[in-house]
């Protein structure tokens, strides 16, 4: 089938909309139609290289869309199911398995010219008007008025923030968390925070239209780091350090801070993707005392399970995520990632012709 798909021919280069050749589903994979796509760092990352993905490649890992084909196999999804795209969850090599292809280059599904173009680095490829994935990649959501857009973000980012504190974390009442990074992840960790009823939920980012935003949904201190020591101020509003942390940078120089500042005893969640071969300079001192660093990109351990929760959530008010969401046209997908890099965007979503 002809389909249309933004594709990323070579590393930092960007993204070019073109007309590809997608293949019928095997028995165990599913033919969807994209309605909406989330764009995230990572997928920015991946087409700048500091994610090793074959190019030229298709890429895009959140998205929503509408089943129209299934393989012989599949028991899960049915035609006209609306399914929402997850990256997978659990397991000790997670982002590994995420990056890698489940079919691999040489037999991709994707051709232009009779030539294969990578189109499952994340397990499906959103950025393209149709796709062809592997069933459990798929969540099933109910026929409902949420809007597309929040069906497109759920999948990703917004997942990953939410559930590093939800699902991993797991504070109490009155714990104190301090949540570096206000993008989509950051500010779902801070809604998810509220939702735990956390005190104080401290925010750190460098754009003051994203804490201004933290503060709105819920954080109760923020902290911009420019000219100042994020681990001072930190330990200035909770002494001691706070109890939990969570990094969605990927920010090496971060993710040392992050750790900083939890006390003794403390938990701090990697929730953030950044160059595979970054190294983290983690002081010594910091070694003496108990504290634990999880790391966790992918959020939830069972998206199946807990996409549907935050949707309800959502649906109840308790979890505005739409208030993250800027829509762009899927031709001006380039506009939406120059939006995401300087912040102009929190949660880009493209909505398909």
Aim: with cysteine.
């Amino acid at each position: 089938m002809r389909i249309d798909a933004a594709v990323v021919n070579a590393a930092r280069e960007p993204f070019s909309v073109e007309a590809l050749d997608l293949e019928e589903p095997r028995d165990d994979e599913v033919f969807v139609q994209v309605i909406a796509a989330g764009m995230s760092h990572v997928d920015l990352l991946a087409r700048d290289g500091d994610i090793p993905v074959p190019l030229p490649a298709v890429l895009g890992c959140e998205g929503v869309g509408r089943v129209e084909r299934i393989g012989a196999k599949v028991m899960g999804v049915a035609p006209l199911d609306r399914v929402v795209f997850a990256r997978p969850g659990g397991g000790p090599d997670l982002f590994g398995r995420r990056i890698s292809r489940y079919r691999e280059v040489e037999f991709a599904p994707l051709h232009r010219s009779g030539r294969p173009i990578a189109g499952s680095a994340f397990g499906h490829c959103c950025f393209a008007t149709h796709v062809l994935t592997a069933e459990r990649n798929l969540i099933r959501v109910p026929h409902d008025d949420t809007p597309f857009p929040v069906l497109a973000a759920l999948g990703g980012d917004v997942q990953i923030g939410a559930g590093a504190v939800i699902d991993t974390l797991r504070p109490r009442p009155g714990s104190s968390i301090a949540i570096f990074g206000a993008g989509a992840a950051g500010l779902s960790a801070v809604l998810a925070a509220r939702l735990a009823s956390c005190h104080p939920i401290i925010a750190v980012d460098i754009k003051a239209s994203r804490l201004d935003m933290a503060e709105q949904l819920g954080a109760d201190r923020t902290i911009d780091p420019d000219g100042l020591d994020p681990v001072v101020a930190i330990r200035g509003m909770a002494p001691g350090g706070v109890q939990f942390a969570v990094d969605t940078t990927g920010d090496p120089s971060l993710i040392g801070q992050a750790l900083e500042c939890i006390a003794s005893g403390g938990r701090c969640v990697l929730a953030g993707a950044g160059p595979l071969d970054a190294e983290v300079a983690v002081k010594f001192r910091l070694l003496l005392q108990p504290r634990t660093l999880i790391g966790n990109p992918s959020g939830a351990r069972d998206p199946a399970e807990f996409v549907p929760r935050l949707l309800g959530l959502y649906r109840q008010g308790r979890f505005p995520i739409d208030r993250l969401i800027t829509e762009f046209r899927f031709a001006d997908i380039n506009t939406a990632a120059d939006a995401l890099l300087s912040g102009a965007a929190i949660k880009p979503v493209l909505v398909m012709p």
